[in-house]
């Protein structure tokens, strides 16, 4: 066994996160796979792993040892889909990192031809592997192979990393249906008075969109009482529904419960809040890869 397959196998540990899943993987045993990294940790003089009852987590040397040769191997791997094309190599699952709102309100619809059906003319259906998280951990697991795509808001800064925008990110004041919309007539400090008096939910005690809509249109800052604060958009749109309060929220969170008649929009901002963008990123090394190009062409909306 050459010593490129060790720096393969363990990669694929380093991704996996266990021994068993970098087996499936490689399409190997999980006794090869154990012995083929045990040979490497003997020549590296220390152990690459900490052994768990879930699977395994890297030492600090092997941490510093990936980030040695991942990029490396992955461009290695890119020149091999060039030259034995892509079926040779099995290469049919992607691992995708996005919020879970995002996912469940957007991507499962729009990805199920992709992973469930025969595909495209471009290509055949492929499995998928959801990771969630915020931004930067999926930016951070996108830059170190963990991750073949990542959807968020943030552009990524890494020379490694390339991006492909799919849409301006839009929000929505919505409230319950059963509260009393502001008169669209009031001025920005009336607006800003009605809105200071109502009961709050959000996402984070930070709200940074809310925040800046407060700062930039409403001339002032943002002083309501938040009834609720939960990480997870989710839950914050259902809590509205119910009435504990009202929330500035991502259109594409809102737009089934808008039709539905579940929650109401209080005040068009849509065009107030600018700025924000959903990104697909993807790595330098994987720009050709069919699947991720199917992706991005799925998850675009019309005119971006």
């Not at 919020?99 to 259906?125: D, K, N, V």
């Not at 007539?185 to 800046?212: D, F, H, I, K």
């Amino acid at each position: 066994m050459s010593q490129l397959e060790w720096y393969r196998n363990f990669v694929s540990v380093y991704r996996a996160g266990s021994v068993s899943g970098a087996a499936k993987a490689r399409n190997l045993t999980q006794p090869a796979v154990s012995q083929q990294l045990a040979a490497l940790e003997g020549a590296v003089g220390a152990a690459l792993f900490v052994r768990t009852p879930k699977g395994v987590q890297p030492t600090p040397r092997g941490k510093a040892l990936y980030s040695e040769v991942f990029d490396a191997l992955d461009r290695l791997d890119r020149v091999s889909r060039g030259l034995r094309g892509r079926a040779a190599l099995g290469l049919t699952r992607v691992r995708l990192g996005a919020s879970p709102e995002y996912f469940q309100a957007f991507a499962l619809e729009r990805l199920g031809g992709l992973i469930c059906g025969e595909g495209t003319s471009s290509g055949g259906a492929f499995e998928l592997t959801a990771h969630f998280g915020d931004d930067r951990e999926l930016l951070g697991l996108l830059e170190s192979g963990v991750l073949d795509v990542a959807v968020t808001s943030l552009k990524p800064t890494s020379g490694l990393l390339q991006h492909r925008v799919l849409a301006p990110k839009h929000f929505v004041l919505v409230g319950s249906p059963d509260l009393e919309p502001p008169s669209p007539a009031l001025a920005a400090a009336e607006l800003a008075a009605w809105l200071g008096a109502r009961p709050w939910v959000g996402y984070s005690q930070e709200l940074p969109a809310t925040r800046r809509f407060w700062q930039q249109h409403l001339n002032t800052r943002f002083g309501a009482r938040q009834r609720l604060v939960v990480p997870d958009l989710r839950a914050v749109l259902r809590a509205v529904e119910l009435g504990y309060g009202v929330s500035i929220l991502p259109e594409l969170m809102c737009q089934g419960a808008l039709q539905a008649g579940r929650v109401q929009e209080l005040w068009p901002l849509r065009e107030l809040i600018q700025g924000e963008q959903w990104v697909l990123s993807f790595r330098e090394v994987d720009s050709d890869r069919p699947e991720l190009i199917r992706i991005a062409d799925a998850l675009s909306l019309p005119g971006t």
